[in-house]
């Protein structure tokens, strides 16, 4: 508990934990965002989440070894999970829209499990992370530091988040994809072509997981087990949030990187990804009991 | 209600007492069988039976690697074979007693939510692990070996084999009664389960704590047999031994009592044959098999070959789920 001690008598130490759990948190925030997408949309919880952010970043450090700026492989790294969603959707997915969530949670499981293993054989199983060369801010004499990477991927992902809310209403697609949501059966009925739109939903999900990759790998590491973490806080910040809320899930995610980080330091950095886990498990918890006060369970 | 013939028990009888004596040289991978069976019958209980798709059954196995060798080390009461049993059992308690304790919260989220929050609990289990040096943190832990003289597999191929068939038994048992309707109950319709006065919490936390406990047992087996306990890569080995519960479950064929042995021999007769060509590509291969087998064949190869051939079920192989 020293460390306990330690946050109250530097306040700027905890100010500087807090804030890059901030920074941090609004990436995750847009996968939790990708996640509400497909979930609302499809009714997939789409368990291979985590798994497209990390190729996401690795396209990112792929491309920047070959001498790109990382900041500029963003687009390029949307654009190529946009295509592998495409074709994911094309092959395996649209078999499993309206089916058992039994056979959408496992088929979307078995896909984490090829994605993960082949970037492991791909890339090796050490993670990577990727220099923007953004150096880093230094305030109060040195005591606070933050670096400038994560200020630009924070405010990127709001940007990122931003574009993607008014997509959502003003587009004629983003419409039918909210119209799909509603009710597909109407939506089929007043001319929508439904599957177009769950592929286009899929693929825009995984477009948006590859952006945040990108931001992942610069801000933070890539590896090709680290995937399954951003799956469980996507969910996580997705049911704290509301799901399909941009504003409450940015909310979330920033609360949820700056609590991690918090823990993360006080209990120890090895302890900081089980943290996420039970925080995940008992906050289901917690709601289910909430709920079942009400006479209302989860659907 | 039994009208699995009669010579299938006799030829499965047959094969886990005459095997490791006649084929010592692959006693492991013939203790592993059993254990695989150990596992889809366990995994079955839950994803099969009951409906509830738990990707964090693992935990349970971690827990008896953990509590035997933890026993083994710590207690050790009356030497090494009068400690092996004790230990199994209380590897298995304990993992029971895990499973009664998260289910309080967990058995009463459904579907996706238990999905997903039995996934967080696996990977917990061996990050907290890996960090406890009580039991070894990071670097793991060594085991007891077994004192005997040759081939210690031997030993354990037989000690797989007494477990997967009390498994088995308790299981044939536990689905021809109430409790097997129960869960049949709980599946088709939880809410009406409900509505019926069944009490479904009950259940489902008994479901899973017997679920848990062959579990315990074998990750004390496991853990012993390898002589050292990883707290990633053998005892909470999500990716591969909590991966391979499922899908031999639903290779067999989920919600039959065969499917999931059937499974686990053709999975593990698969794996040790082919797999060894596949190399680095087997997680990914793996995987494919998950995606392939749920996607396009749901109901596995008892549940196919039953779709089929309906007229040749009730009185062979297979009796009625």
Known sequence: ??????????????????????????????????????????????????????LGGYVTYVLAKYGLHPLATIPIAAIVLWIVGWVLYRTIVYRIVGRDMFISLLATFGISQ????????????????????????????????????????????????VTLWLFLRRSRLGQSIRATAQNP??????????????????????AICGAAGALVAMAVIVGPTLGLIYTLRAFLIGILGGLGSVLGSLVAGIGLGAAENLFGFLAGSELQQAFTFLLLVAILVVRNWRLQRHRKYLR | MSNTPRWLYLVLLAVGVFAPLLLPQIASQLAFLWIMVVFALAWDIMGGRMGYNSFGNILFFGIGCYALAVFQRDLNWGGYWVALPLGLLFGGLLASLAAVFFGVGMLGLREKYFAVGTLGLGVAAGEIAASWGYIGAGGGLSTVLMPVAGNANVYWAYIAFAVAVLTFFALKRLYAGRIGL??????????????????????????????????????????NMQGFIDPRDIAFAGSTYGTWMILMAILGGRGTLWGPVLGAFVFQITKELFWVYLAEWQ???????????????????????????????GQRVVEAA
């Open chain 1, 185 to 206: 059966r109407a939506a089929r009925i007043l001319g929508i072509d439904v599957d177009k739109v769950y592929a286009h939903t899929f693929a825009l999900n995984a």
């Open chain 1, 114 to 161: 090829v994605l993960s293993q082949g970037m492991n054989l791909a890339f090796g199983a050490s993670p990577v992370t990727v220099d923007a060369g953004m150096g880093t801010l230094f305030l109060f004499d040195g005591n606070l530091t933050i670096s400038g990477i994560r200020l630009v991927a924070f405010a990127l992902s709001i940007v990122i988040a």
């Open chain 2, 283 to 313: 997680r990914i291969a793996l995987g494919v098999l998950i995606v392939l087998i749920v996607v396009f064949f749901p109901r596995g190869i008892l549940g196919w070959v039953r779709e089929r051939w309906p007229q040749r079920f």
């Open chain 2, 182 to 223: 129960a869960l049949g109950a709980i599946r088709d319709d939880e809410d009406k389960a409900e509505a019926m006065g069944l009490p479904t919490t009950r259940v489902k936390t008994l479901a899973w704590a017997v679920s848990a406990f062959p579990l315990g047992v074998a990750g004390g087996i496991v853990g």
């Open chain 1, 1 to 54: 508990m020293d460390n306990l001690n330690l946050l109250f008598q530097a306040p700027v130490l905890s100010l500087g934990l807090v804030l890059d759990g901030v920074l941090i948190g609004a990436i995750f925030a847009l996968a939790a965002f990708g996640l509400a997408l497909v979930w609302g949309v499809m009714g997939i919880i789409n368990v291979s989440q985590g798994e497209f952010v990390m």
